[in-house]
């Protein structure tokens, strides 16, 4: 749910999808100008999921990326919904969710619903319950369906196909995983086969949407990201020394393994090197019981086994510090007090973590996967490897530790765009252009 939401029923607020809230409270700072009803659903479970309520919300302090100083903060309406759905089981669809959802449609009645992101079920539950393709438009972040085929990341097989003692309990091995995407892309290659129009950002996610739907309008807009991160810039002089961050690295398709096995190469030139890994840790049921303790061992999943395993391997043992959960004010400083920031993906369309860094000129290396290569542009803004070659991301990675001239040239151009990219004004004002497109569409048929 939103924060706002969260705040007005007394919940700790998520820090997930925060660009949300920026896009939201700038519809509601023109509300009345723009003539916009603005309703939000989001995924509940107990009491929570029938709630719905019209909430009386500040706007001027959810801007994204604006100076709010001196301006009245004004008062907005935003009606909010419950819907039942349990976000952990993401691979399974049921029909309470649809039913709630064709209440909540026909409570709030809406010319048109935007869902964002295909990685849930409930965006083709929305779908079905909406009925209406010409006005429903579907905002793509990643792409299940695509990410089931890079899942493996390629994973040794003895690591693929093994069952700990966790997974066997859980029910909950590697391939397991791989399985629930691959169901997850069923739900959403459906979701948008159902709808008349497509928000994107990359030729990548342009070209799969494409595929499963031609008849769908693709609509470009770029995202908005969370507000602190137009503030502050990376100074080499304040951050630490030969460290490497890491957004997250609890599954593989974030590459976690690519960067462990990198190291090696890294150390011979820059020994103090360490990394630090925001999210969920992958060993932290292991560690919390003793890396070396029969209590430790029992509770590691095989990913997480695998990564304890490289981390001893590859001399990184101590040098490997997972940081948890972050907000987006913690994640800044992170940034901000790294030397280079890594994203080491087998695959992502464009990710807010590249965004996030560039905007505050943090040197950047990624993966060449997916739509990254529309974020940032090699060795003009930072530097893109093949992916999966841990070779050339050490090669990388030294380039940015030695820094000098080239580097500070990149950071300030990949500034420059990210500006642009993630600029809130522009954003905002492209999805009003959306939503009055397929309104005027809808008026001339």
């Known amino acids: 749910m939103l924060p706002v939401v969260a705040e007005h029923l007394g919940m700790e607020a998520s820090n997930k999808e925060g660009w949300l809230t920026g896009l939201s409270g700038m519809i509601l700072e023109h509300q009345k100008d723009n003539h916009v009803e603005l309703g939000v ?4 479970t107990g009491e929570l999921a029938e709630f719905g309520g019209a909430l009386q919300v500040s706007t001027a302090s959810d801007l994204k990326g604006k100076d ?127 709808t008349g129009h497509v928000t994107g950002r ?14 769908a309008v693709y609509h470009f807009m770029n995202e908005t990201l969370r507000s602190n991160f137009y503030e502050g810039c990376w100074k080499e002089e304040s951050c630490r020394k030969y460290s490497v961050f890491l957004s997250q690295g609890d599954y593989p398709i974030k590459g976690l393994h690519y960067m462990l096995k990198a190291m090696p190469e890294i150390l011979r030139e820059y020994p103090e090197t360490e990394i630090y890994v925001a999210g969920n840790s992958i060993i932290k049921s292991a560690t919390e019981k003793g890396i070396n303790g029969l209590k430790g ?71 060449d996967v997916g739509g990254v290569a529309d974020l940032l542009e090699d060795g003009v803004e930072g530097l893109l490897y093949p992916a999966g070659d841990v070779r050339k991301l050490a090669e990388a990675v030294k380039v940015m530790f030695a820094g000098g001239e080239q ?13 642009k990219t993630h600029d809130p004004q522009r954003n905002y004002e492209r999805l009003v252009e959306i939503y009055t497109e397929i309104m005027m569409c809808h008026l001339r048929d």
């Open 41 to 44: 659903c989001f995924p509940a």
């Open 68 to 194: 709010v100083s001196g301006r009245k903060e004004q008062e907005g309406m935003l009606y909010a919904f419950g819907f039942y759905e349990d976000v952990k089981r993401a691979e399974v669809y049921e029909d309470k969710t649809e039913r709630r959802l064709e209440e909540i449609m026909e409570c709030f009645r809406p010319d048109l619903i935007h869902c964002f992101g295909t990685e849930y079920p409930h965006t083709l539950a929305a779908v079905k319950a909406f009925g209406r393709k010409d006005r429903t438009l579907i905002g793509i972040q990643g792409l299940c369906s695509i990410y089931a085929g890079h899942f493996r990341a390629d994973l040794p097989d003895q690591v693929w196909k093994r069952i700990t003692f966790r997974d066997r309990i859980k029910k909950d091995d590697l391939r397991r995983q791989h399985e629930k995407y691959v169901q997850r892309g069923v739900f959403e290659i459906e979701a948008l086969q159902r």
């Open 297 to 367: 061992r029992l509770k590691l999943e095989s990913y997480g086994k695998y990564i304890l395993q490289l981390m001893r391997e590859t001399g990184a043992l101590k040098k490997v510090h997972f940081l948890g959960k972050l907000n987006a004010d913690q994640m800044k400083k992170q940034y901000l007090r790294s030397h280079v920031f890594v994203c080491p993906s087998s695959i992502e369309n464009s990710p807010n973590s590249v965004g996030e860094a560039m905007l505050l000129g943090v040197p950047v290396v990624s993966a």
């Open 407 to 419: 580097v500070g040239t990149w950071r300030e151009a990949a500034r420059l765009h990210a500006k």
């Open 202 to 215: 990359t030729k990548w996610d342009r070209k799969y949407t494409g595929e499963w739907n031609p008849a």
